[in-house]
């Protein structure tokens, strides 16, 4: 038994050592045991039972050996028990006086405990109130503004309550009601911000006018006082600079002085900051933009248009008013409106502004009301200018105002120039007295130095049209000048415009009238007389005018870029066309002497004297030259080589008429005192210098036709060459036309000899003789006419092929241009020259066929005016050449001649 329990022993000892010696739950140790393969449930019993047995034995050895140290525990036990027992007693009265005590330190203590509780309640009531107290505090502190309309500090004390005191009192009813309450408020608080913006707004609308209009004043005011100052600026400085000068003192006035804005920009302020602090900034602007471009609309654009100053000085100061506003806000507040914005406003007010001035001044007709639409802009753009506004194209608009201005202000002088033209009576001014001489000349500068002593009544060579054209011109260029002065434009641009303007008015007006005035009216010799002199001393009025216009821009007369009053050498055109009436008036009375002239060229008796008609003639034209003593010298010397060109002239056709049957030596001899008379008067002129030469040979044909028959030489006449050296001024046209009428059977001495004169042959044979010379020089001018053709043909297609060259290369255009013109100008000259050397013209002759060329070219010259002759003097032979042709070599070297090649 003994061994097969330790047989199981052996088998169980892991197990069994674990059951005996753990602390913890035997189940694992069973669950192996039930758990393993060779389960032996009463093996492990058995042997947990001899375990069992084994430790019994150690238990009752070990009782043994200690059984006496337990008696004595025992006993000691005992003593123990009376031991307690006294101190049970004594913890008993211990345990009473306790409990006496802890019902004394019990009420005691709840007495405390109240009192504590009392205490924390009242501690924490106190800081209830003082979060409370300051709470309703501000509520009712913003209840008070709100009353009395302070909304920005209601607005303030509302973002204190929320920031600081709030917090701790949403935990009662009364602090989340205070909270909801603060959306209403904020609210309400920014309505009416809105509100105050808003008549903020109306209030600006209402006001702008009498602000631009009282700012625009002051820049008149400072203007005014800066120009009383002027007195102490040098001479030389110029207007721009004086410009600057009125800026910066506008500048200084409108900065300065802010009283000028009669307008309480608290409201706005106020809405910007409450705005501000309700981080509502973005729709404040907005709002605030909107209804100021809103405003901006109805001031831009006016209702009705501006027929008047005052509509247009009020719509000025509108938009002045309304700018200066704006300029304000920008510089007063941050954020509410940009300089961007400003800008935007201002650009499409400036075009505006162009566009209603251009449409309203449409109709506007005096100069005066431009004038002072001027002076509104010019203030308006110095009072903007003090607030740096951009002012550059307020000068384009008064630039196009200015054109308008200058067209009415031309309209008006034009009619006053004219009226003094037309109303002069073209006679010399007589000053009667010394002291009207004095004002007259302080008046009027006069170029006229007469002698120191003077003789009352003392008269001018220029008549009233000249000072009162000064005065007219002088007016008109101070009005230009004030308009232009103060718009923004240098001293060169104003004077530049000064000058173009009274250029313009002298060439389209002044000049343009005078030549009407001659063309038009009736005018005596006197009256064009004075019109030839009057030019002259309009001339010296231009340099006048040149002075004036130079002390008024402060520039200099002599600088290369000053543009000159060129418009005065326009006065030659009314100058020459007075000249050419002089010339037509004189012609015209030797005309009608001569068509009343009844000349008897074959009378029975002979005439001993001059005919009366030329006499009287001569008389009539010396007496004219004597009493025109204001005409200029080369004028009087080319009208007295007309009158006695075309004397010459009327003469050869009067010898030519058809009217005339019979020629014999007694009328040629009677013609002969009138030619003589003719050269007397000639070079006895007294305009003309005798040494001069110019009128000495002007009547050699007429001598020459009577010499060549009352000296018996038709002979040597027929003769080519000693006609060429005799008679070179006599056409054979005219000998033979007198030959065919000659007839004087009672004066035989006509004849060489007693042969001829018994034979009529001898004028037949002179005649055919100079008409065979005629057919001759007819036929070698046919030649050289086919030689001028195909001339003029080459210089075409010179032209034309020039022409093709010149189209591809550009830059030499000019070139062949101007070379094309000398080559045809040269080619006229030529064969124009040929022309007149080879072949007398008839004097009433205007247009030249050549004749005798291929039937497939013709060349035809149209007619060509006769030039006026130059003033200097003239070749004998050139003058006598041209005499009875009309001037025609002349008119062929003029480039505005006109010919046709037709092929």
Request: hydrophobic share 35%; proline share 3%; glycine share 2%.
């Amino acid at each position: 038994m003994e061994g097969e329990a330790r047989g199981h022993n052996r088998d169980y000892s892991v197990l069994l050592s674990e059951v005996v010696n753990g602390d913890g739950s035997i189940v694992p140790t069973l669950r192996a045991v039930f758990d393993s393969r060779n389960c032996d449930v009463e093996g492990f019993v058995s042997a947990l039972n001899d375990q069992i047995s084994v430790l019994e034995r150690q238990i009752e050895v070990l009782c043994s050996g200690h059984s006496q140290g337990f008696v004595d525990a025992i006993d000691e036990v005992r003593t123990l028990k009376d031991d307690t027992r006294y101190l049970k007693s004594q913890l008993e009265r211990a345990s009473v006086l306790v409990n006496e005590a802890g019902t004394i330190l019990q009420q005691s203590q709840a007495s405390l405990v109240r009192e504590r509780r009392r205490q924390y309640n009242i501690l924490v009531t106190i800081k209830a109130l003082n979060e409370c107290v300051p709470v309703l505090r501000l509520y009712t502190k913003i209840g008070t503004q709100l009353q009395n309309g302070q909304y920005y500090s209601a607005i303030k004390t509302l973002e204190e309550l929320e920031s600081t005191h709030i917090a701790p009192v949403l935990k009662y009813s009364f602090g989340r009601k205070i909270h909801l309450q603060t959306v209403f408020i904020r609210e309400q608080v920014q309505r009416k911000a809105f509100h105050d913006m808003h008549t903020f707004l109306a209030d600006a609308r209402k006001k702008a006018e009498e602000i631009g209009e009282v700012s625009m004043k002051r820049v008149v005011d400072a203007a005014k006082k800066l120009s009383s100052n002027t007195q102490l600026v040098s001479s030389d400085t110029n207007i721009s600079d004086e410009m600057d000068l009125k800026g910066d003192d506008e500048e200084a006035v409108c900065s300065s002085d802010t009283s000028v804005l009669s307008i309480d920009f608290a409201p706005l302020y106020s809405c910007w900051h409450i705005c501000t602090v309700l981080g509502v900034t973005t729709e404040c602007a907005a709002y605030y933009k909107v209804e100021r471009r809103k405003q901006s609309q109805l001031v831009i654009h006016p209702p009705n248009p501006l027929v008047s100053v005052r509509s247009i000085r009020d719509y000025f100061s509108q938009l002045c008013g309304f700018f200066l506003i704006e300029e304000t806000v920008l510089s007063t507040t941050e954020g509410l409106i940009s300089k961007q914005y400003v800008d935007e406003l201002w650009h499409l007010a400036l075009t505006t502004i162009a566009t209603v001035m251009d449409r309203d001044l449409m109709n506007c007709t005096t100069a005066s009301m431009f004038r002072e639409v001027k002076d509104i802009i010019v203030t308006f753009r110095h009072t903007l200018m003090a607030y740096d506004f951009s002012v550059g194209r307020i000068v384009d608009i008064l630039l196009q105002i200015r054109e308008r201005y200058q067209s009415v202000l031309f309209t008006t002088s034009s009619e006053s120039l004219r009226g003094v033209l037309f109303n002069d009576n073209y006679t010399p001014i007589v000053i009667e007295t010394a002291e009207k001489y004095e004002t007259f000349i302080s008046d009027y500068p006069c170029t006229e130095t007469p002698a120191e002593d003077i003789i009352f009544p003392f008269s001018f060579t220029f008549s009233d049209a000249v000072p009162n054209v000064y005065f007219e011109l002088k007016q008109f260029i101070y009005m230009t000048f004030i308009f232009v002065r103060d718009i923004g434009l240098s001293n060169t641009e104003v004077d530049e415009l000064l000058r173009q303007s009274t250029n313009q008015i002298i060439s389209k007006v002044l000049s343009n009238t005078m030549v009407r005035i001659v063309q038009e009216r009736t005018l005596s010799l006197m009256q064009l007389t004075q019109i030839s002199v009057n030019t002259a001393h309009l001339e010296d009025v231009c340099r006048l005018l040149e002075k004036r216009i130079t002390s008024l821009t402060r520039t200099r007369g002599d600088s290369v870029r000053v543009t000159r009053l060129f418009a005065a050498a326009d006065f030659k055109d009314a100058r020459s066309e007075a000249e050419v009436k002089i010339i037509e008036l004189l012609v015209h009375q030797i005309d009608e002497f001569l068509d009343l002239a009844d000349y008897s060229w074959a009378p029975a008796k002979p005439i001993t004297e001059a005919s009366s008609y030329i006499f009287d003639l001569l008389a009539y034209l010396t007496t004219k030259f004597t009493t025109l003593t204001n005409l200029p010298r080369e004028v009087a010397i080319n009208a007295y080589f007309h009158t006695c060109k075309h004397l010459c002239k009327r003469l050869l056709e009067l010898v030519q008429s058809s009217e005339i049957k019979k020629v014999n030596l007694n009328g040629i001899r009677g013609f002969n005192h009138d030619v003589k008379l003719c050269e007397e008067y000639a070079l006895s002129s007294t305009v003309v210098d005798s040494n001069d030469g110019l009128l000495a040979d002007i009547f050699v044909s007429l001598r020459e036709l009577v010499d060549v028959f009352l000296n018996n030489d038709l002979e040597a006449y027929v003769d080519e060459a000693t006609r060429k050296q005799k008679y070179s001024h006599l056409p054979p046209r005219i000998v033979l036309l007198w030959l065919e009428k000659f007839d004087d059977s009672s004066d035989r001495r006509f004849f060489k000899s007693s042969k001829d004169r018994k034979s009529a042959k001898f004028i037949d044979g002179i005649i055919k003789r100079l008409r065979a010379q005629l057919a001759k020089t007819t036929l070698s001018e046919s030649h050289e006419g086919e030689m001028m053709v195909g001339t003029m043909k080459d210089a075409i297609d010179t032209v034309h092929r020039q022409s093709i060259v010149s189209a591809k290369e550009p830059s030499s255009k000019q070139n062949s241009s101007i070379s094309n013109r000398q080559n045809i100008s040269t080619t006229r000259r030529s064969s124009t020259t040929t022309k007149h050397r080879s072949q007398p013209q008839n004097p009433t002759q205007k247009k030249v066929t050549i004749k005798s060329l291929p039937p497939s070219s013709t060349i035809k010259t149209s007619t060509i005016p006769p030039s006026e002759p130059s003033f200097q003097h003239a070749d004998r032979h050139d003058v006598t050449d041209n005499i009875g042709e009309d001037n025609d070599d002349d008119d062929s070297d003029d480039d505005d001649d006109e010919e046709e090649l037709e092929l």
